[in-house]
Nanobody, 114 residues
Framework: QVQLVESGGGLVQDGGSLRLSCAAS????????MGWYRQAPGKQREWVAT???????NYADSVKGRFTISRDIAKNTVYLQMNRLKPEDTAVYYC????????WGQGTQVTVSS
């Protein structure tokens, strides 16, 4: 059974930093593509960043240079380091894992105050 559990969200001021974590079980981490997505109120879920099974990373233009996705294969955990946060980064952040199908975590709220 695949399970993804996010943590690390919270309230931060404009320009601040947060690190999100996603602990995965039921996936062979080194063979899975993992990603972070977000959904702001009234908007569709959007892709934020991806780390492939081979370790390559990609970012949405809106977060490039501010966010960093990484993983610890030994801990089966993927991270999203978010720096220089802006109010428009406010959203529920979801971890997604591509295995036999796409799996999702329950989400963690990130709120950036101006």
């Amino acid at each position: 059974q695949v399970q993804l559990v996010e943590s690390g969200g919270g309230l931060v001021q404009d320009g601040g930093s947060l690190r999100l974590s996603c602990a995965a079980s039921g996936i062979i981490f080194s063979r899975a593509g993992m990603g972070w997505y977000r959904q702001a109120p009234g908007k569709q879920r959007e892709w934020v960043a991806t780390i492939t099974s081979g370790g390559s990373t990609n970012y949405a233009d809106s977060v490039k240079g501010r966010f960093t996705i990484s993983r610890d294969i030994a801990k089966n955990t993927v991270y999203l380091q978010m720096n220089r946060l802006k109010p428009e980064d406010t959203a529920v952040y979801y971890c997604g894992g591509a295995w036999d199908k796409m799996y999702w975590g329950q989400g963690t709220q990130v709120t950036v105050s101006s």
